[in-house]
Nanobody, 116 residues
Framework: QVQVVESGGGLVQPGGSLRLSCTASMIHPIFSRNDVAWHRQAPGKQREAVAILYYGGATFYEDSVKGRFTISRDNVKKTVYLQMDNLKPEDTAVYYC????????WGQGTQVTVSS
């Protein structure tokens, strides 16, 4: 069973930035050959994918975060990052990492609250 641990959430003012991290207990070759993703779930809403980083390097971003969020990975550290800039109140949610993408491996989530 792969363990996934997210960190980096917190309270930030609108326009601020946060960087989320997600570390998976996988061996490096397996981690590096899989797609990875960040999802979020706001209160009363369904969980949605906000950023995907495909094995080949292509990315997907949900429309509302394009130009503000950047997903990246460090295969040696087996860590996925989500750089979030120009945060808005509507970005408030619990953020989850899914590694490999489409698997049942989820972390406990990290709370991001954007409020003045």
């Amino acid at each position: 069973q792969v363990q996934v641990v997210e960190s980096g959430g917190g309270l930030v003012q609108p326009g601020g930035s946060l960087r989320l991290s997600c570390t998976a207990s996988m061996i490096h070759p397996i981690f590096s050959r899989n797609d990875v993703a960040w999802h979020r779930q706001a209160p009363g809403k369904q969980r949605e994918a906000v950023a995907i980083l495909y094995y080949g390097g292509a990315t997907f971003y949900e429309d509302s975060v394009k130009g503000r969020f950047t997903i990246s990975r460090d295969n040696v550290k087996k860590t996925v990052y989500l750089q979030m800039d120009n945060l808005k109140p509507e970005d408030t949610a619990v953020y989850y990492c899914n590694v490999p993408r489409g698997s049942g491996n989820w972390g406990q989530g990290t709370q991001v609250t954007v409020s003045s």
